[in-house]
C-alpha cells in the first residue's frame, strides 16, 4: 500500500515510525512531514489543509489511502475532497471534525447521545455570559471555535469568571459564541478509538501532562508529555468507556449522516460519579500518540485502512506489557514565546529504542535548528512505568540545546496511582 500521511508534528513522525514498520507498506508520503519524518518516510512539499492540493498529490502520486494527522485538514474538508476523488481516508470528513472544531456542536452531541459531560450553557452575548458567569463562581470558559489550546479558561472565582468571560469575549471569532460549563474535578485521561464510522477499537488509556511547569503549574501548552497506559482506568473501565462515550457518539453522528472515520479522541475527566467528557478532537492527541504507537504491538496500517474503509472489526488490540513513556523538549520562552534556531545535539547518540520524535525542528544541511516550540518527544518503552521513565530521562540526558526545558515529572503521577482491578 501507498500512503499519504498529512502533517508535521511530533505526531505524525510517530504515525510515520510506526507505519514503516508494516510489512503491507510499499510506500509512504509525508506531507509537508518534518526532518523525522524524512528518515522513515518520503516528505512531499504540500499545503495540508488546501482540499485541493491534497487530493492532486494523492492522485498523482495513485496512493490507495489518506491519513490526515492534525485537525485543520479535516476542518477545511480534506476528507471529504480525498473521499469524494474516490480515495480512502482516514480522518473524518468536515461534519464530523466539528466535534472538536465546534464546543457548542460536541456538547450538542453529547446531549443527543447521552454521553456524560459537564452541566454546560451556551452564550452569543458577553454580558448574558458575565452574568451567568459571576452567578456560578467557579466555572469554566470556552471559546466555540478552534482557538489553538488557549480558548479555555478554568475560572476559580467570580472574579477569574469575569475575566475569563471578558477574554475569550475579545478573542475575536472563536470566541463569538462561548460555552460555560460545570468545573469538574478528578484525573484527566485521554482515551483515543479508530472508529470505522459503526464500530471502534480503543488504545489503551493515556494522560497527557497540559501545564509547562512540574506539578501541573504555569501555563497551558499543547501537552508537555505523555504515558500509557495511565493506571486511573482499568481495563474494564475503559470498555465502560467504549460503551458509554464512543459507541453513543459514533451511533449519533451515523444517525445524522456523518459517520466518523478516523481517531476519535475523548479527553475525560475521571470524576467521583464516573468519567465525564472534558472534550472530543477528531484527531489522535500530541503528545498521547507518542507513547500510543509505542504500546501498540501490532501493525497499524491495516487498523488505519479499514476504518477508512467501514470494515473495522470491533476487538480489543495487542498491546505491549508494561508502560510507555514520552518527554516533550520545549524551546527556549515556549509556550509563550518560543525562540528559533538553537543548535540541537546528541540526537544520533540516543540509543533506537528510544525513539526521538520531532516537530519543531529545522534540517538546516548538517544540523538541526530548534523551529517551533515543542522540539522533540524522547519516547521509551519499560516493563513497567518506573523503569520506562527511568530509560526516557536516560535518554533526554543525551539531547542538549540551548533554552531547552522540559518536565521532570512526567508519568509521576501514574506511578502514586493506585493498583486498578482488571
Ligand atoms: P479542553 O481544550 O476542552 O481540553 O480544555 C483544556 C483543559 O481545561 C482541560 O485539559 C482541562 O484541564 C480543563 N478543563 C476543560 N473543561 C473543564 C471542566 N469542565 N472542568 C475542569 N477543567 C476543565
Ligand atoms: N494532547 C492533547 C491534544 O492533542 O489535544
Not at 103 to 130: L, Y
Not at 273 to 281: C, I, Q, R, T, Y
Not at 346 to 357: E, I, Q, Y
Amino acid at each position: 500500500m501507498k500512503v499519504l500521511l498529512l502533517g508535521s508534528g511530533a505526531r505524525e513522525h510517530a504515525l510515520a515510525w510506526k507505519l514503516s514498520q508494516s510489512p503491507r507498506l510499499t510506500k509512504l508520503l509525508v506531507g509537508p512531514g518534518n526532518p523525522g519524518t524524512a528518515r522513515v518516510g518520503t516528505n512531499v512539499p504540500l499545503q495540508a489543509d488546501s482540499p485541493e492540493a491534497v487530493v492532486a498529490l494523492a492522485r498523482k502520486e495513485q496512493v490507495d489511502l489518506v491519513v490526515v494527522g492534525p485537525e485543520a485538514p479535516l476542518v477545511a474538508g480534506v476528507a471529504d475532497a480525498v473521499i469524494a476523488a474516490g480515495i480512502p481516508c482516514f480522518g473524518p470528513v468536515a461534519g464530523a471534525a466539528l466535534i472538536e472544531g465546534s464546543k457548542a456542536f460536541a456538547k450538542e452531541i453529547m446531549d443527543e447521545a447521552g454521553v456524560p459531560t459537564a452541566g454546560f450553557r451556551v452564550f452569543t452575548d458577553v454580558a448574558e455570559a458575565e452574568a451567568y458567569a459571576v452567578s456560578q463562581g467557579r466555572i469554566v470558559v470556552k471559546a466555540d471555535g478552534l482557538a489553538a489550546g488557549k480558548g479555555v479558561i478554568v475560572a476559580q472565582d467570580t472574579q477569574a469568571a469575569r475575566e475569563a468571560v471578558r477574554a475569550v469575549g475579545a478573542m475575536g471569532v472563536a470566541g463569538q459564541r462561548m460555552v460555560l460549563e460545570e468545573l469538574l474535578e478528578g484525573e484527566e485521561v485521554s482515551v483515543i478509538a479508530l472508529c470505522d464510522g459503526e464500530r471502534y477499537v480503543l488504545l489503551p488509556p493515556a494522560q497527557d501532562h497540559k501545564r509547562v511547569g512540574e506539578g501541573d503549574t504555569g501555563p497551558n501548552t499543547g501537552g508537555m508529555g505523555a504515558y500509557a497506559p495511565a493506571p486511573f482506568l482499568s481495563p474494564a473501565q475503559l470498555a465502560e468507556v467504549g460503551e458509554q462515550v464512543i459507541a453513543p457518539t459514533l451511533a449519533t453522528l451515523r444517525r445524522r449522516g456523518i459517520p466518523f472515520r478516523g481517531a476519535l479522541y475523548a479527553g475525560l475527566m475521571l470524576t467521583r460519579s464516573g468519567p465525564k467528557v472534558l472534550e472530543f478532537n477528531a484527531r489522535f492527541g500530541d503528545p498521547e500518540t507518542q507513547v500510543l504507537m509505542m504500546q501498540l504491538a501490532e501493525d497499524v496500517l491495516p487498523l488505519l485502512d479499514a476504518c477508512a474503509r467501514g470494515r473495522l472489526e470491533s476487538r480489543p488490540l495487542a498491546v505491549h506489557p508494561g508502560a510507555s513513556v514520552g518527554v516533550v523538549l520545549a524551546a527556549h520562552g515556549y509556550p509563550e514565546a518560543p525562540r528559533r534556531g538553537d543548535r540541537i545535539e546528541g540526537v544520533d547518540a540516543v540509543p533506537t529504542d528510544c525513539p526521538v520524535f520531532v516537530a519543531g525542528v529545522e534540517d538546516k544541511g548538517g544540523g538541526w535548528l530548534t523551529a517551533g516550540g515543542r522540539v522533540l518527544t524522547v519516547c521509551a518503552r519499560g516493563a513497567d512505568l518506573a523503569e520506562a521513565r527511568a530509560q526516557a530521562y536516560t535518554a533526554v540526558a543525551r539531547l542538549r540545546f540551548e533554552g531547552m526545558h522540559f518536565r521532570r515529572d512526567i508519568g509521576a503521577k501514574g506511578l502514586r496511582a493506585p493498583a486498578v482491578t482488571p
